[in-house]
């Protein structure tokens, strides 16, 4: 008999599309992390002295730190001094200064990636910023983002050009001392994006910042910030992609959103690093912080994110609702399939009046994954009239993953309405059976039920990246049923 | 169109069938009776092709083929349709989604060109009124906080939009109120054809009413005890299950 249960074994993981190495002339920095590796980068970018004496702080608090032990998760100690902390093109010493001057060979990884960075064929209404390995190699459409007051650039070049809006949110909502993988970002972060809405602008079209490690050893540790003005609303998209290799790799990025009053910003992620293979071995180690301040009035920080790949993975989206009528949502799928492992969930933090806050997680496990979701909704005492719903579901495919659920409920004021589900249900066979008797093989049929498991979810991406999701998590979870 | 040859099934070792024979003709509708753990349901869910069942022996063939040796969908898509006694429900995925998926996979079996989701509402449309449903019903999650009467006229829609050419009832009365049952068997009616046939499998005369079956079979015990017409039903309603194993003559069931 061979029943769905065995089918659900006989597992065979998908190849991993992206797994190709790029063969470009690097500059990479010999493993190792000191002070001096600090100085190196800082130097390396022209940083101005402020920025160099903040890494520096940043370094001296990480050596005093230790790795969080509370995820849900388990994995061979990380020797900090094996890592690379810098890998570039050698062609990007002098950055390009348009797209015409970039590496063949670079915008052909772009390509291949299914992310065109000729401006022409570029989807309409998408500006990317690509970022490979330590820098950043192309961002498109600056010009038409200009002329709206838009600025998008990477960091580092905004440290040059806009150093006073850097200086004045770089670390204002994730300080330095915030976390170890926080504070090790700050001391060696080497590229990402900068994004400033100004007051009243609706941004023109989508931002999006392609993430892509290609260098063996080496840690990939980007910076991101938007700043939103008053009034001002800006989507954003970030996707990432690793070649497959036997070693893992570290990835601890920083994200810091920043909404002035009534601004709106919508943070969409892909985020599809290499898995491993399917014994686990290899893969990207993604540990990262995420945090919005909703800091004006009315606000809204609106996080969604399809977390596919990944060996293991650690991060929180949050909210802190300081404005009035500020609104934080958390939307997430995360899928785990062979021997991956997530932990993941979100923040909200009411301490404005009249908050409100929606989580809605989906875990979808496989194999013999692991998947937690890890929620804190805290309502500070003066958060009156605060809301909150989460809901947060588990589905199990097979019988030898896992799916935790850690939700943590801080109320304090005594006017606060919080609600919180939760389910857990395994893809069921007799939906599988029914979908087949009407003729829909196995195969289409999980796809059908688990993207209709993730609906609520996918329906906050914005179009192109939902039908991208939606492909994603048909090829992360192939064969795990049938 | 379908010989079922002396066949024994169990289910985790036990004994479930024990040696069905049953012949369905094109155009005839066969009701299969019996009292409760008679094998009705297995025989329902073996022709389907539901993992679980093992065959100790005997076989299926459906217009000259294997039925046993295919994939539960690929019998969809020759024409065999299950209405589920319990349909199950599939949060966040609409009827109109799953039933444009199941038509065009039917059709692209049958050689047929897939239809556009213009011409899918179309038909959709075309096909639920009769079942006194409305089209919102397609926006609708399947079968998803569907009252017991919907999950069973969902049923009979989505056999409506497959056309097939076997179609096995499991309990559909079951459940359903007198005005339910009444459009449930006129959807089935509406749907008789010379080429397609019916198996009603039930507990109850009732539903035999109002669809009006050419032959009656009891199961009893895994086995078909007693086979005939119309009228067996109706002695069955008077007499009840129990007089079946009493006083039995068994007949030849095959060829009817």
């Known amino acids: 008999m061979s029943s769905a249960v065995e089918q659900l074994e006989g597992l065979t993981a998908q190849e991993y599309k992206y797994g190709f190495v790029t063969d470009i002339d690097q500059e990479t920095l010999p493993p190792g992390l000191t002070e001096d590796t600090v100085r190196f980068i800082s130097a390396k970018k022209e940083e101005p002295e402020w920025l160099l004496d903040w890494r520096l702080k940043a370094f001296r608090q990480w050596q005093g730190m230790t790795e969080p032990t509370w995820p849900n998760v388990s994995y061979p100690k990380i020797d900090y001094q094996s890592i690379s902390y810098y890998a570039a093109p050698k062609s990007a010493d002098?950055?390009?200064?348009?797209?015409?001057?970039?590496?063949?060979?670079?915008?052909?990884?772009?390509?291949?990636?299914?992310?065109?960075?000729?401006?022409?064929?570029?989807?309409?209404?998408?500006?990317?910023?690509?970022?490979?390995d330590s820098v950043s190699v192309a961002t498109t459409f600056r010009e038409k983002l200009a002329d709206a007051g838009v600025i998008f650039m990477s960091i580092s070049e905004a440290v040059r050009e806009h150093p006073e809006l850097v200086r004045k949110y770089l670390g204002s909502v994730v300080p330095p001392s915030d976390n170890f993988f926080a504070a090790l970002n700050s001391a060696v972060f080497s590229d990402g994006s900068f994004v400033f809405i100004p007051k009243g602008v609706t941004c023109p079209m989508e931002l999006s910042t392609y993430f892509r490690i290609n260098a063996m050893n080496t840690g990939q540790f980007e910076r991101t910030l938007i700043v939103a003005e008053d009034d001002s609303y800006v989507s954003y998209l970030e996707g990432c992609t690793a070649p497959m290799r036997d070693q893992n790799q570290l990835h601890a990025a920083v994200v810091e959103l920043v909404a002035l009053e009534n601004a709106r910003i919508k943070y969409s992620t892909v985020q599809n690093w290499y898995p491993g293979d399917k014994d686990g071995n290899g893969g990207i180690y993604n540990f990262v912080t995420k945090r919005g301040a909703c800091r004006g009035k009315r606000s809204k920080i609106s996080w969604t994110q399809v977390e596919t790949g990944s060996a293991i993975t650690w991060k929180y989206p949050s909210c802190i609702l300081i404005g009035d009528g500020s609104v934080g949502e958390f939307y997430s799928v995360a899928v785990t399939n062979n021997h991956q492992q997530a932990d993941t969930g979100t923040k909200m933090i009411h301490i404005g009046k009249d908050t409100t806050s929606t989580i809605v997680s989906k875990g979808i496990s496989a194999g013999v994954s692991n998947n937690s979701y890890r929620g804190l909704v805290k309502i500070m005492p003066k958060a009156e009239g605060a809301r909150n719903f989460s809901q947060c579901d588990s589905m199990l495919m097979g019988d030898r993953c896992g799916a935790h659920t850690f939700p943590y409920l801080e109320v304090r004021n005594k006017t606060a309405q919080v609600e919180h589900e939760a389910t857990t249900s395994k893809i069921g066979e007799d939906q599988i059976f029914y979908l087949n008797q009407r003729g829909i093989e196995t195969e289409d049929a999980v796809s059908m039920i688990v993207n209709g498991f993730c609906k609520e979810v996918f329906r906050e991406l914005p179009m192109e990246f939902a039908v991208e999701a939606q492909k994603l998590l048909g090829v992360s979870l192939e064969g795990s049923v049938g | 169109?379908?010989?079922?040859?002396?066949?024994?099934?169990?289910?985790?070792?036990?004994?479930?069938?024990?040696?069905?024979?049953?012949?369905?003709?094109?155009?005839?509708?066969?009701?299969?009776?019996?009292?409760?753990?008679?094998?009705?349901?297995?025989?329902?869910?073996?022709?389907?092709?539901?993992?679980?069942?093992?065959?100790?022996?005997?076989?299926?063939?459906?217009?000259?083929?294997?039925?046993?040796?295919?994939?539960?969908?690929?019998?969809?898509?020759?024409?065999?349709?299950?209405?589920?006694?319990?349909?199950?429900?599939?949060?966040?995925?609409?009827?109109?989604?799953?039933?444009?998926?199941?038509?065009?996979?039917?059709?692209?079996?049958?050689?047929?060109?897939?239809?556009?989701?213009?011409?899918?509402?179309?038909?959709?449309r075309q096909k639920i009124g009769?079942?006194?449903?409305?089209?919102?019903?397609?926006?609708?999650?399947?079968?998803?906080?569907?009252?017991?009467?919907?999950?069973?006229?969902?049923?009979?829609?989505?056999?409506?939009?497959?056309?097939?050419?076997?179609?096995?009832?499991?309990?559909?009365d079951s459940g359903l109120d007198i005005d339910a049952l009444k459009i449930v068997a006129d959807g089935v009616n509406s749907l008789r054809s010379a080429d397609r046939s019916f198996v009603v499998i039930t507990h109850y005369q009732r539903l035999l009413n109002y669809i009006v079956p050419d032959y009656v079979h009891v199961l009893s015990d895994g086995k078909i005890e007693l086979s005939g017409d119309k009228t067996l039903a109706l002695e069955l309603e008077s007499r009840g299950y129990g007089w079946i194993n009493d006083d039995v003559v068994p007949q030849a069931v095959a060829g009817v």
């Open chain 1, 94 to 132: 002098d950055k390009p200064k348009s797209l015409d001057e970039v590496d063949p060979e670079l915008l052909a990884t772009y390509e291949k990636l299914g992310i065109p960075l000729e401006e022409r064929a570029v989807l309409a209404g998408v500006a990317v910023d690509a970022v490979f």
């Open chain 2, 130 to 172: 009769p079942l006194g449903m409305d089209a919102d019903m397609l926006k609708r999650a399947i079968n998803e906080g569907f009252s017991g009467g919907e999950k069973k006229r969902s049923e009979i829609f989505q056999m409506a939009m497959l056309e097939p050419k076997l179609a096995v009832l499991d309990e559909t």
């Open chain 2, 1 to 124: 169109m379908l010989q079922i040859r002396n066949l024994h099934v169990s289910i985790d070792g036990q004994k479930i069938l024990r040696g069905i024979d049953l012949d369905v003709q094109p155009g005839t509708v066969h009701a299969v009776m019996g009292p409760n753990g008679s094998g009705k349901s297995t025989l329902a869910s073996v022709l389907a092709g539901r993992d679980g069942y093992e065959i100790e022996e005997g076989s299926v063939t459906y217009n000259g083929q294997d039925l046993l040796d295919m994939d539960p969908e690929i019998r969809a898509r020759e024409g065999v349709f299950l209405a589920f006694q319990y349909p199950v429900e599939v949060p966040g995925v609409t009827t109109m989604y799953f039933m444009r998926e199941a038509v065009n996979a039917v059709r692209k079996h049958r050689g047929e060109e897939e239809l556009s989701a213009g011409e899918f509402l179309k038909l959709a």
